[in-house]
């Protein structure tokens, strides 16, 4: 079955630690998206790829960084700067058509600080 | 620069009751609306979606949505509730034309009651 999968489902930061989430897809998408969500706020856009090899910030791009090294994989790294990392971080991707985008969405990571 | 504002951040109704979540928009050109639905820990999951075709829109589990531009307007409706529609529901634009960034409405939490 064509899908996104994120892993950990959970995740723990110290202190002081960079962590790293998983995204992978099969669908054959060009564009893949990471999404912060907190209670109350919606969704929103950390960064956003649309190619391999480019990737662009988002509205809180500011303590993440991520990589486009292969299309079916776009992990985002939460860095030591990231001071509120507590939250539930979503992956998506879409094709690179801008009449037919839709997109779709991974099952999660919630990440937690010790 | 596109927004959404969705009316009630909580909505309760009887089972068998209609169900109405109200999205409206703002957006310079013509707009792309979607709906999506999330259950307790899970990503998103796509309803529906208006992109300048029929302005009734029908989606899975049952729901539709109308596109009324003089009122800005995506409203989401079900004609009966069911217990399983118990979720969060968020309505999310992007203009037309181009890669455009999707906005997200903060959601409404849905709520049925036996």
């Known amino acids: 079955d064509g899908g996104i999968t994120q892993s950990p489902k959970y995740l723990f930061r110290k202190e002081g630690q960079n962590v790293t989430l998983s995204c992978e897809q099969n669908?054959?998408?060009?564009?893949m998206y990471w999404y912060r969500q907190d209670p109350g706020q919606g969704l929103r856009l950390i960064y956003y790829s649309q190619i391999v090899n480019d990737f662009q910030k988002g509205d809180i791009a500011e303590g993440y960084s991520v990589s486009r090294e292969k299309k079916e994989s776009f992990p985002l790294t939460v860095t030591s700067a990231q001071k509120n990392p507590t939250a539930f971080y979503l992956c998506?991707?879409?094709?690179?058509?801008?009449?037919?985008?839709?997109?779709?969405f991974g099952p999660g990571t919630r990440l937690l600080v010790l | 620069a596109q927004s959404v504002t969705q009316l009630g951040s909580h909505v309760s109704v009887s089972e068998g009751a209609l169900v109405l979540l109200r999205c409206n928009y703002s957006?310079?050109?013509?707009?792309?609306l979607f709906w999506y639905v999330q259950y307790p820990n899970q990503g998103l999951q796509l309803l529906l979606k208006y992109t300048s075709a029929a302005t009734l829109v029908k989606g899975i589990n049952g729901f539709e949505a109308e596109f009324k531009k003089s009122e800005t307007s995506f409203h989401l409706t079900k004609p009966s509730a069911h217990m399983s529609d118990a979720a969060e529901y968020f309505c999310a634009v992007r203009p037309s034309g181009g890669y455009q960034k999707v906005t997200f409405g903060i959601g409404t939490k849905l709520q049925v009651i036996p």
């Open positions: 957006s310079s050109v013509p707009p792309y």
């Open positions: 998506a991707s879409s094709t690179s058509d801008p009449y037919q985008e839709t997109q779709y």
């Open positions: 669908l054959n998408h060009d564009a």
